[in-house]
């Protein structure tokens, strides 16, 4: 079964806009991280939240986690045309161990200048 | 660059060749995977190795064979696919086995269409 979700599956804002993206799972985890992939590109690892931690901060980049409701929040501040991407969390499994990370279906965000 | 090179970028096979697909880390890590990404689906997990070891088959058809002769190379042999597998083929690595911070280095990908 798809462990995580991302919502929304599109989002399109203006330059210097905020742009929110959020992830559910299904299983408990071990840490939850957030990935983001140009058109045709590999992914490229954003930040990573353990499950002991509430909010984390990388740059213009604010993660938080809620594992009582098993989501969490990829905020992304001032944002510029070059944000443009998708964007996916991924979880891991403390029944699966520690090298299953399951990713979801991604937000594809658009910013335009 | 993410010091995962994955070869070849595109590939284009009939239902009878045999190709591989082929990965390489130049980064001293001690797990590597196969994802599979298809349009509009998830990322999909097919195998990973940790210290040369296959620790996860995720279900995977048999007409895709992995092989990890080292740590650092990564293979993925393909024999008679179907076109329904045509798709981006991403490896990744990880410093996976005792400790690390969990996070995979991606390659580029290679997209595969099956004719």
């Known amino acids: 079964s798809q462990q995580g979700e991302e919502d929304p599956q599109a989002l399109s804002i203006q330059e210097g806009e905020n742009a929110t993206m959020n992830c559910s799972y299904k299983?408990?985890?071990?840490?939850l991280q957030w990935y983001r992939q140009n058109s045709g590109r590999g992914l490229v690892h954003l930040i990573l939240?353990?499950?002991?931690?509430r909010e984390k901060h990388s740059g213009r980049l604010r993660v938080t986690l809620d594992t009582s409701k098993k989501s969490s929040s990829l905020l992304i501040t001032a944002s510029r045309a070059a944000d443009t991407a998708s964007y996916f969390c991924a979880t891991d499994d403390v029944t699966s161990g520690t090298y299953k990370y399951i990713f979801g279906t991604g937000t594809r965000l658009k910013v335009l200048a | 660059e993410t010091g995962v090179t994955q070869t070849p970028r595109h590939l284009v096979m009939g239902m009878t060749n045999k190709k591989s697909l082929k990965c390489e880390q130049h980064?001293?890590?001690?797990?590597m995977y196969w994802y599979k990404q298809s349009a509009k689906k998830p990322l999909e997990l097919m195998f990973v190795y940790s210290l040369e070891e296959r620790v996860e088959n995720n279900s995977v058809p048999s007409r895709f064979s992995p092989e990890c002769p080292n740590s650092s190379h990564l293979f993925l042999h393909l024999h008679t696919l179907q076109p329904e597998d045509s798709a981006l083929y991403l490896c990744?690595?990880?410093?996976?086995?005792?400790?690390?911070?969990?996070?995979?280095?991606f390659g580029e990908g290679s997209r595969l269409t099956v004719l």
């Open positions: 990744a690595s990880s410093q996976g086995a005792g400790g690390g911070t969990g996070e995979l280095f």
């Open positions: 939240i353990r499950s002991n931690e």
């Open positions: 299983t408990s985890i071990n840490n």
């Open positions: 980064l001293g890590h001690n797990a």
